[in-house]
């Protein structure tokens, strides 16, 4: 979680020093380790550092090559000996991530972004091309945004401190309004229009007359195919990949503390990092695991599978109760929350993990976020056979229907309606048989907004990029992304002061997921087939046979009926309304259901709290930044 900024004057005049050293200062906060402003005439780059293993306390950002080119670095680098290698390097050992990354581009030049594989953003000026390259990791777990005109571009980790620096009439993008209600904001934009964000897996480039271009130097290979002949081979390979995704993130001087639920995502990640710890392979001290669990809340609370994993690992978690840190707790210090951030409404977790890092001394921590999407959690065989359906395979199609129809208990027609034509069709006509809540949440929004952003369309799915033909592929893809976009959204990282690490994200293992056959990923009646069959022995046994997980329904009516009081005030004259993106009656509708505790609409409503707070938050900020307005 280091800071990373900048200024490219490509107008011929030279950056201030004053205001590269204003934007060095607003990004102390999220590297406190110390780090400089480097100025070069036109150029100013700035680095605040925030170390997490011995390599980072050996490097001096930004990094000057030999040849006067400038390096900012705000990241792991996950393949460093096959770096050093390729660039014919020493020892990668006795390197850091930075050299290691300059030797990469003095070998491959703008392409050397593609050959970089970990959680990274970075900043490089070539003053011999007198180029400016910014660029991010595959899945934007580091956050980096930038504002261009034609006289310069500025850039920073950091949004708010972006937006304290460009002093120019701002105003908020309902485009990225809609995102956020939706099914996830476009990666590229930030909540305000004219600031961008730079998109996972691309690399802007900008040259001495302004102009910017955005290259893609990662994506997912849609022809991608990858077959072996038994399960064994499968199996291996996964469990291979798993395992360096999980080494790779252990690189630290200091604890590292892992996400427990209990469910089968964060207990691989934490019985894989325990069993390398044993066995010598990783760097990590030690690993402490946090839990979020509940007395009051049966359903929800998950402590019978996290004993499983305690007494596996030997260790008990550190457990956050859920009646010290309610739903709905807000975010105490807001000052540096520019995105609309779920954590404003929602922080009480959070509050707790930064409490428990700071006691541990701690700054890694590792998320199982992406197993669901990746590995199939779910009994939905829609994308088998939507597959067989368009590939014209009709005598396995009817194989499958009877299998499934079987399992799930499902009419045969109506299988066939759902899971094999409805997804088949074009997303417009799929919009118009959509029952879910996302439908619910539709009715709330004004209407002329909700037409102008297509919002019906957009909240159906996550559009597909890459370009799958295969259902099945297409499918994971969109699982994928859907994850990229909540996390390059960076509400975590911005209301986090530790790194934020997600192993089923490794790009190696995301590019073999997205290329074996479907059949691998699920089976009739056994989600997540791959990863149960691989995991034998690692994980308890207990974990590779549960099929569910604990409701939250129970812990989100609750909460908004005893947080009523707190919140109700936000609702006396919404912004929402006023700036029209919601309709007053049904909301208020929607609020009286939710003083009851009513769950069914509660993740909606949580998403339109959160619209109100960052809303207010803007207004507040209107004070002291008068550049920025609402409409």
């Not at 892992?258 to 995502?265: P, R, T, V, W, Y």
């Not at 004993?307 to 000052?335: A, I, K, W």
Request: proline share 4%; charged share 30%; hydrophobic share 40%.
């Amino acid at each position: 979680m280091s800071a990373l900024g900048g200024i490219y004057r490509f107008d011929g005049a030279t950056v201030e020093r004053e205001m590269l050293a204003r934007l060095g200062r607003s990004l102390t906060a999220r590297g406190p380790d110390g780090g400089r402003d480097l100025l070069a005439g036109q150029v100013g780059l700035s680095y605040r550092a925030f170390h997490t293993n011995r390599e980072s306390r050996m490097e001096d950002q930004p990094y000057v090559s030999q040849a006067g080119r400038i390096l900012a670095w705000d990241g792991r680098m996950d393949n460093r000996e096959e770096i050093a290698r390729l660039t014919r390097s020493t020892n990668s050992s006795s390197r850091t991530d930075i050299e290691l990354v300059m030797a990469a581009y003095e070998c491959w030049g703008e392409d050397f972004v593609s050959r970089l594989i970990g959680d990274f953003a970075l900043s490089l000026w070539d003053a011999q091309t007198q180029k400016l390259i910014l660029a991010r990791d595959h899945a934007g777990v580091r956050s980096l945004y930038y504002r261009i005109d034609r006289e310069s571009v500025v850039w920073s980790s950091d949004l708010t401190a972006l937006l304290e620096i460009c002093r120019r009439d701002v105003e908020i993008d309902e485009d990225h309004i809609a995102g956020f209600l939706s099914f996830g904001v476009d990666t590229a934009k930030t909540p305000f229009l004219g600031f961008q964000a730079i998109r996972p897996g691309h690399a802007l480039v900008v040259d001495r007359a302004g102009v910017a271009i955005d290259r893609t130097v990662w994506t997912l290979d849609p022809e991608a195919t990858i077959r072996f002949k038994t399960d064994a081979d499968y199996e291996e390979r996964f469990r291979e990949l798993f395992a360096d995704a999980v080494k790779t993130r252990l690189r630290a001087d200091r604890p590292v503390i892992a996400e427990l639920s209990g469910g089968l995502d964060s207990s691989s990640i934490v019985c894989m990092a325990d069993r390398l710890l044993r066995s010598g392979s990783a760097d990590a001290p030690r690993l402490e695991t946090v839990s979020h669990v509940s007395d009051e809340y049966k359903t929800s609370d998950e402590r019978r599978f996290i004993h499983y994993v305690e007494e596996h690992v030997g260790r008990r978690s550190n457990y956050v109760r859920q009646e010290d840190y309610p739903y709905l707790t807000p975010m105490p210090d807001t000052s540096r929350i520019s995105t609309i951030n779920r954590f404003l409404t929602n922080c009480g977790y959070n509050i707790a993990v930064k409490k428990l890092m700071r006691e541990q001394g701690s700054r890694v921590l590792l998320s199982g976020v992406g197993g669901d999407e990746l590995l199939h959690s779910v009994n939905d065989p829609a994308p088998e056979l939507c597959e067989l359906l368009v590939t014209c395979r009709f005598l396995r199609l009817f194989q499958r229907l009877k299998i499934w129809g079987d399992l799930l208990r499902e009419p045969y027609f109506r299988l066939l309606w759902q899971k094999a034509l409805l997804p088949a069709l074009p997303i417009r006509f799929r919009a118009a048989f959509r029952k879910n809540n996302d439908a619910l949440l539709s009715s709330w929004l004004n209407q002329d907004f909700a037409r102008r952003v297509g919002f019906q369309e957009r909240s159906l799915t996550t559009p597909d990029i890459y370009g799958f033909r295969r259902p099945t592929g297409r499918d994971q893809a969109i699982g994928f992304l859907s994850v990229v976009n909540r996390i390059a959204a960076g509400f975590r990282t911005e209301a986090a002061n530790y790194d934020i690490s997600y192993p089923f994200l490794h790009r190696p293992l995301v590019e073999f997921l997205c290329a074996i056959p479907f059949e691998q990923l699920l089976r009739p009646g056994e989600s997540r087939s791959l990863m149960r069959r691989s995991l034998v022995g690692i994980l308890p046994p207990e974990i590779l046979r549960r099929k569910g997980k604990g409701q939250t329904r129970e812990i989100l009516g609750i909460g908004f009926e005893r947080q009523w009081t707190k919140w109700r005030r936000f609702f006396d004259n919404p912004l929402v309304v006023r700036y029209g993106f919601v309709e007053p009656k049904p909301l208020e509708a929607a609020l009286l259901r939710a003083r009851h505790g009513l769950p069914g609409e509660a993740f909606q409503l949580a998403s339109i709290l959160t619209l109100e707070v960052w809303l207010r938050l803007v207004e507040e900020r209107k004070k002291s930044l008068p550049h920025i307005a609402c409409r």
